[in-house]
């Protein structure tokens, strides 16, 4: 049974940092691309970044770009998004997503077979 489970999330101040975590298992993971879609109450899911099975491709939404970084650890079946210079917009549930379909790494939540419980991310203004 594939299982992620998403960490470190909290409270922070505008310009401040955080470093989110998905730690997979039931899965081989380093056959797996992964990504971070999050979800601002109201709003409809979107997509966040992923990065590729082996961890030589990244996606990032414009939104984030150059503010968020994605990586992966496979020896640790873990995948990390380091949050920096936050903002009251980026406020939302973040949510980690497995896909088995190596060929494409995908923006579409609909690709992702696997989705963590989430993990809520406050920016203060």
């Known amino acids: 049974q594939v299982q992620l489970v998403e960490s470190g999330g909290g409270l922070v101040q505008a310009g401040g940092s955080l470093r989110l975590s998905c730690a997979a298992s039931?899965?081989?993971?380093?056959?797996?691309?992964i990504g971070w879609f999050r979800q601002a109450p109201g709003k409809e899911r979107e997509f966040v970044a992923a990065v590729s099975w082996i961890g030589d491709l990244t996606y990032y939404a414009d939104s984030v770009k150059g503010r968020f970084t994605i990586a992966r650890v496979n020896v640790k079946n873990t995948v990390y998004l380091q949050m920096n210079s936050l903002k009251p917009e980026d406020t939302a549930v973040y949510y980690c997503a497995a896909d088995a379909r190596i060929n494409t790494l995908s923006r579409n939540e609909y690709a992702y077979d696997s989705w963590g419980q989430g993990t809520q991310v406050t920016v203060s203004s």
């Open positions: 039931g899965l081989t993971f380093s056959s797996y691309h």
